[in-house]
């Protein structure tokens, strides 16, 4: 088997943690090179742009985008047009729109395009699913609060607009939410408080009506002494438990068995299954959700926040 040889395209904190060693674990795939601003890896041959890539680069079929997603578009748009299968970090993109665009490109072109949620790919979630999908569900609720100062260290770009702030993480929540239940959900409210010196927000509520309960949702990046990333569902079966971004999952109190490859190593195997069969995944639903509560959201000012 011949290895896909991909370039990753923004080397900083994901790229570094979860891309590269998933690469370097995949025997489909093999790291050809990098675009990056700031340097790339030590050994592998870096550009500073990706037009430099692919000019200088043909025999690279595969493009993975790690940068912030207000800049991942030009970029996607440019990797498609060159017909390059192609992955993009959560979240796709800076608007909805713009997702439904390159879905549209990638189609046209006829090249994989690959809008990954990760946290989908934890252990728990596909359980989570089945177990769910006879439930009838009463009540759900989300709990996903981290340390900002923690997580996004020095990440300045969280907080330009297009960035999504505490939507960042909280996506991650929205995007298992979407793929464990099966039935609708739409916004219905939403309080979003902005830091008076910040352009996103640092903490989210949200509510969500589905057919026969209501959905709410608390994302905060206030939270001090260790991070809560939490989805309790409860049916008239019982409640399900999805803890720690999903990797582990309880029913009733009693936590269940979960097997998988882990988060990224299970992105990467898809996405060579994508290449392979010739096919596209994109789904906009967790940032429509997002969008809405920009839309719907009451927007509270709170205290400024300096790291
Ligand atoms: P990061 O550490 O700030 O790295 C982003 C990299 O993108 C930069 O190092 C830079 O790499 C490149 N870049 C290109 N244009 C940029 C711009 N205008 N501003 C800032 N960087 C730019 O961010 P990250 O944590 O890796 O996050 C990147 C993406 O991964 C985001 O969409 C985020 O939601 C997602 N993600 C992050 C995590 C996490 O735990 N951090 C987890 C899952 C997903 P070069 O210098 O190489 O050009």
Known sequence: MTATKIAIMGVGKIARDQHIPAIAADPRFELAATVSRSGGLDGVENFATLSELIAARPDIPAVSLCMPPSVRYEAAAEAIAAGKQTMLEKPPGATVAEVLDLARMAEEAGVT??????????????AAKAWLADKTITALRI?????????????????EPGNLG????????????????????HLTGAELSFPENRAAPIAADLTFAGPGFIAEAAFDWRQEGGEIW????????????????????FLDDSEQTVHGRGEYPDLYHRFGDLIEGGARDVDATPLIHVADAFLLGR????????E
């Open 113 to 126: 395009l690959f809008a990954t949620w990760h946290s989908r790919h934890a252990e728990g979630v596909a």
């Open 143 to 159: 709990d996903w609060k981290e340390d900002v100062r923690k997580w996004h260290p020095g990440q300045d770009w969280i907080w």
């Open 166 to 185: 505490v939507f960042d993480p909280g996506i991650n929540a929205l995007s298992i939410l979407t793929e464990i239940v099966q039935v609708p959900l």
């Open 230 to 249: 939490q989805i309790a569902v409860e049916t008239t079966a019982g409640t399900l438990r999805l803890i720690e971004g999903g990797a582990r999952l």
């Open 299 to 306: 927007r509270l000012v709170v205290e400024p926040f300096n």
